[in-house]
């Protein structure tokens, strides 16, 4: 059971001599201060009975101020419908706002994530604290157009600051970090509401992304309430207020006659076009692995013509047999295994491999140059679809459709859920919906 006093902390006397009260929170040999902003001199201070003595010149006053806090927080303890630590009280204690912002929590969160080493989605993340903070510092005076280049510029200058050294990720959360501009109770639904049109129309996103951004600060609201820094009566989302809503969209994968074309597309060795060809080739014939799995590939992973290695996004283990189609591939570099350093393609020879930020920097710049080359690949095969990174999968699917069993998918895949298989692979099968049209239309 928690102990909620009143006390002296006389390790903070100032320099007249008075002594800063505060609630003291103790629970399982955790406790914790919440300040109460009042200084008494230790003389007026009656240590058993925990407040003012007669001598201070306020007593009465002071003594009901006292009451009144030490009531509240007996009543956020003993009213809560789950047990709350000692922490949870004093951040509750603090005001239904919460006494950190919205930033400092998020950057928290961020900063963790970035010393776990997932660098991809500290990226992310930190680029919606940049987006909400834009939208913050919106001027409705000036013209649409001029903010819109505004905001451009400031986004260009910080990759700028950050690719010369001059800026660091860490220094960006540590920045967030002191940034009180976004109080949780400030979050409501007219935010919500203005922050996606101000993504739409002046960020230029699309939907999916301005979702992905909700999810983000519903997922700190949460975490928020969860730690005791807001009241859960400010959580915007759910009930009758916002809702999020995930679209779903069209996932289009290549036939299997593109697929060739892609194969039989004759491209000068060893330059970055071609080397983007095998890549993308390479992601196929295992299942549609992530490209940025496929250049981090090491020659380490091949054993008795299998592949297995550890996907980065969740961390499961991969298994499986070496096609034919890969190993013609393969065998072109095997001779620069020394050269790239141990992995199979180039873009990553010259990185510290137990540097896990620069592994993810280059294997970003590596996906960034396939995009670009993979339209030229399109081109020149005359595929008249978006051939982008993750395509790859998709043709897979695409190609599966509904002659393979679910569960088999699901194992190629390296899907947790059936359903997610079953969901996914509902993308690239038509043949009933088509026979049932057939079926009304030629009667």
């Not at 008494?40 to 003594?63: F, I, Q, Y």
């Not at 834009?134 to 700028?160: D, Q």
Request: with cysteine; charged share 30%; net charge positive.
């Amino acid at each position: 059971m928690a102990s909620i006093k009143i006390v002296l902390r006389k390790n903070m006397i100032r320099k007249d001599n008075t002594i800063p009260l505060a609630i003291r929170i103790s629970e399982n040999y955790k406790t914790n201060y919440k300040w109460l902003g009042q200084y008494v001199l230790e003389k007026d201070w009656d240590k058993n009975a925990g407040k003012a003595k007669r001598t201070h010149p306020n007593s009465k006053k002071l003594n009901n101020f006292l009451l009144k806090k030490l009531t509240e927080a007996n009543d956020i303890y003993f009213d809560s419908k789950k047990e709350l630590t000692t922490k949870q009280v004093k951040q509750k204690l603090k005001g239904a706002g919460g006494s950190k912002s919205f930033f400092a929590v998020a950057s928290d969160r961020i900063k963790n994530k970035y010393e776990r080493g997932t660098f991809s989605v500290t990226k992310s993340e930190l680029s919606i604290l940049y987006n909400l903070e834009e939208f913050l510092n919106l001027n409705a005076a000036k013209e649409k157009v001029v903010s819109i280049r505004e905001i451009k510029e400031r986004r260009k200058k910080r990759i700028s600051k950050g690719r010369k050294g001059e800026h660091s990720f860490l220094d960006s959360v540590e920045e967030f970090k002191k940034n009180k501009s976004l109080k949780f109770q400030d979050i409501n639904e007219s935010f919500i509401d203005n922050f996606k049109d101000f993504c739409l129309v002046f960020l230029g996103q699309k939907t999916r992304t301005v979702t992905n951004q909700l999810i983000f600060i519903r997922t700190i609201f949460n975490k928020a309430i969860q730690i005791g820094v807001v009241d859960s009566k400010y959580y915007p989302f759910g009930g009758e207020k916002e809702k999020i809503r995930i679209g779903s969209s069209h996932k289009i994968g290549l036939t299997s006659n593109e697929i060739e074309k892609i194969e039989f597309l004759k491209l000068e060795p060893n330059t970055s076009i071609w080397h983007t060809k095998n890549v993308w080739l390479i992601a196929f014939y295992f299942a549609g692995i992530r490209i940025s799995d496929a250049v981090q590939l090491r020659w380490s992973d091949f054993k008795d013509d299998r592949l297995l290695y550890i996907m980065h996004k969740n961390e499961k283990p991969v298994s499986l047999k070496t096609p034919s189609k890969a190993i013609t591939i393969l065998n072109q570099y095997k001779n620069l295994k020394a050269e790239n350093n141990g992995y199979v393609f180039p873009f990553l020879s010259t990185a510290e491999i137990n540097n896990n930020e620069e592994v993810f920097k280059k294997t970003r710049n590596a996906t960034k140059l396939f995009n670009k080359y993979l339209k030229r690949i399109a081109t020149e095969c005359n595929i008249d679809k978006n051939l982008s990174n993750h395509i790859a999968r998709h043709s897979f699917g695409n190609i599966a459709g509904d002659r393979i069993h679910p569960l088999m998918l699901q194992k190629l895949y390296r899907h947790s859920d059936l359903k997610t298989t079953l969901n996914y692979q509902a993308n690239f099968i038509h043949k009933d919906a088509d026979d049932a049209l057939d079926s009304v239309i030629n009667f």
